[in-house]
């Protein structure tokens, strides 16, 4: 391989979905808009950047661009690169799959039974997409349940951030979290220990896919 060619199955082309993606991405989530809608909407403000689905989207808009430039400059990434994407998988899955069954109904989703284009970006074709593009294109070295657990570090964070935000404005971005909605804290807590698992046994699926689906001809 000389210095300039791309790994098979890495063309140009697969540079410019990605480049597509993280700008359809970004759109969705119109951060540029924040302050532009009513008060009362609960993606005014800051809180519109509070959501987990936002910083997850964020979070898979930079790998997305972080994966286009390697592949322009034909530039393998390093072990860091297959954690921040395996992350990315993780978050934006579970973002899904939490939208599928506790979300649809809710504020979170402001035009129930019609089609609305940024929430589809959001929790159903961005949590396809970077998917897809996992199995499709794999990392070249498996990760590691041992490494996995850095995943878990960002939601536990933003779930503090979360609590410490709501005891000074009384906003919860998802009604699981809100005590006043599932009974009290005993009702969040259950809530929050059964996703907790789920992020661990997700984690560990993925783990499980990346050791039999590592490639050593890619640029992950």
Same mark, same amino acid.
Not at 18 to 32: E, G, K, N, Q, S
Not at 145 to 163: A, D, H, K, M, N
Not at 173 to 191: A, K, Q, R, S
């Given at each position: 391989?000389?210095?300039?060619?791309?790994?098979?199955?890495?063309?140009?082309? /697969?540079? *410019?979905?990605?480049?597509?993606?993280?700008?359809?991405?970004?759109?969705?989530?119109?951060? &540029?808009?924040? #302050?532009?809608?009513?008060?009362?909407?609960?993606?005014?403000? &800051?809180?519109?950047?509070?959501?987990?689905?936002?910083?997850? /989207?964020? =979070?898979?808009?930079?790998?997305?661009?972080?994966?286009? =430039?390697? *592949?322009?400059?034909?530039?393998?990434?390093?072990?860091?690169?297959?954690?921040?994407?395996?992350?990315?998988?993780?978050?934006?899955?579970?973002?899904?799959?939490?939208?599928?069954?506790?979300?649809?109904?809710?504020?979170?989703?402001?035009?129930?039974?019609?089609? /609305?284009?940024?929430? !589809?970006?959001?929790?159903? %074709?961005?949590?396809?997409? *970077?998917?897809?593009? #996992?199995? %499709?294109?794999?990392?070249?070295?498996? =990760?590691?349940?041992?490494?996995?657990?850095? #995943?878990?570090?960002?939601?536990?964070?933003? %779930?503090?951030?979360?609590?410490?935000?709501?005891? !000074?404005?009384?906003?919860?971005?998802?009604? !699981?979290?809100?005590?006043?909605?599932?009974?009290? *804290?005993?009702?969040?807590?259950?809530?929050?220990?059964?996703?907790?698992?789920?992020?661990?046994?997700?984690?560990?699926? %993925?783990?499980? =896919?990346?050791?039999?689906?590592?490639? /050593?001809?890619?640029?992950?």
């Amino acid at each position: 391989m000389t210095k300039t060619e791309l790994p098979h199955n890495i063309k140009w082309i /697969n540079a *410019i979905v990605l480049i597509v993606m993280a700008l359809l991405t970004i759109h969705a989530v119109t951060p &540029w808009n924040a #302050w532009n809608v009513d008060p009362s909407s609960p993606s005014y403000g &800051w809180n519109r950047f509070s959501f987990f689905t936002v910083q997850s /989207n964020f =979070i898979a808009a930079t790998t997305y661009l972080i994966a286009a =430039i390697a *592949i322009v400059r034909k530039k393998r990434l390093g072990e860091w690169f297959r954690y921040l994407r395996g992350a990315a998988v993780l978050y934006m899955m579970v973002t899904g799959i939490v939208y599928a069954l506790l979300l649809q109904d809710t504020d979170v989703n402001p035009d129930p039974g019609s089609f /609305n284009w940024s929430n !589809f970006m959001l929790h159903q %074709l961005g949590p396809f997409f *970077i998917s897809i593009w #996992w199995l %499709l294109w794999p990392s070249r070295l498996a =990760i590691t349940s041992r490494g996995s657990l850095r #995943w878990l570090v960002f939601p536990f964070l933003w %779930l503090i951030y979360t609590f410490i935000r709501a005891s !000074f404005t009384g906003w919860y971005p998802y009604p !699981f979290l809100d005590p006043d909605v599932t009974g009290g *804290i005993i009702g969040v807590c259950v809530y929050v220990l059964g996703i907790t698992v789920f992020f661990l046994i997700l984690s560990q699926l %993925l783990v499980w =896919i990346s050791r039999a689906r590592a490639n /050593n001809h890619t640029l992950y």
